[in-house]
Antibody, heavy 125, light 109 residues
Framework: QVQLVQSGAEVKKPGASVKVSCKAS????????MHWVRQAPGQGLEWMGW????????NYAQKFQGRVTMTRDTSISTAYMELSRLRSDDTAVYYC??????????????????WGKGTTVTVSS | SSELTQDPAVSVALGQTVRITCQGD??????ASWYQQKPGQAPVLVIY???NRPSGIPDRFSGSSSGNTASLTITGAQAEDEADYYC????????????FGGGTKLTVL
């Protein structure tokens, strides 16, 4: 079955960087874009960006440009999200989610069909 | 700026019907998808496209769309439906190719 397994929780100091991994299984990794979404404590979901695992091309939310880098290693079907210059308000659960899009008749559907369980990143001095 | 607007909280009596709405300009061009999130868990896709449910999602969940508004309807709400619900869509007009609503906390009374 399609599965996304994320790396374990991290504790970082302000100013440091964190790199979260997301290992895909059960499907062709290079066939589907991968999103990264975060959720601060008690807050809603926030889209950070996505990567095309086939080409390595990325598109980041403006808020994170300059601080986030999304990469992938196709040999091990794993996507990575690195966030630098961490601040306390980067404390959140970080999710990877597979993008799915399909043309059905005249309609195009886009959605995130499978999610990882999340990686908790705590930024504290 | 692009955004999707949801009511922060909605309640429904057990077994009754509830509609959760999502408004935004992006919904005039793209269908919304809906996600259920229970405390401490990752979001789960419940509705996508015009009105499609992934395998395993009960048929009491349905979706609809009109103009700039998308709706998620739960017909005969169950206790296990108590959760946060988020809408999401593509967006070609703002700074983000994708946008989430702020979420609606559903309480089943």
């Amino acid at each position: 079955q399609v599965q996304l397994v994320q790396s374990g929780a991290e504790v970082k100091k302000p100013g440091a960087s964190v790199k979260v991994s997301c290992k895909a299984s059960g499907y062709t990794f290079t066939g589907y874009y991968m999103h990264w979404v975060r959720q601060a404590p008690g807050q809603g979901l926030e889209w950070m960006g996505w990567i095309n695992p086939n080409s390595g091309g990325t598109n980041y939310a403006q808020k994170f440009q300059g601080r986030v880098t999304m990469t992938r290693d196709t040999s091990i079907s794993t996507a990575y999200m690195e966030l630098s210059r961490l601040r306390s308000d980067d404390t959140a659960v970080y999710y990877c989610a597979r993008n799915y899009d399909i043309l059905t008749g005249p309609d195009y559907y886009y959605y995130m069909d499978v999610w990882g369980k999340g990686t908790t990143v705590t930024v504290s001095s | 700026s692009s955004e999707l607007t949801q009511d922060p909280a909605v309640s429904v009596a057990l077994g009754q019907t509830v509609r959760i709405t999502c408004q935004g300009d992006s919904l005039r061009s793209y269908y919304a998808s809906w996600y259920q999130q229970k405390p401490g868990q990752a979001p789960v896709l419940v509705i996508y496209g015009k009105n499609n449910r992934p395998s395993g999602i009960p048929d009491r969940f349905s979706g609809s769309s009109s103009g700039n508004t998308a709706s998620l309807t739960i017909t005969g709400a169950q206790a296990e439906d108590e959760a946060d619900y988020y809408c999401n869509s593509r967006d070609s007009s703002g700074n983000h190719p994708w946008v989430f609503g702020g979420g609606t906390k559903l309480t089943v009374l």
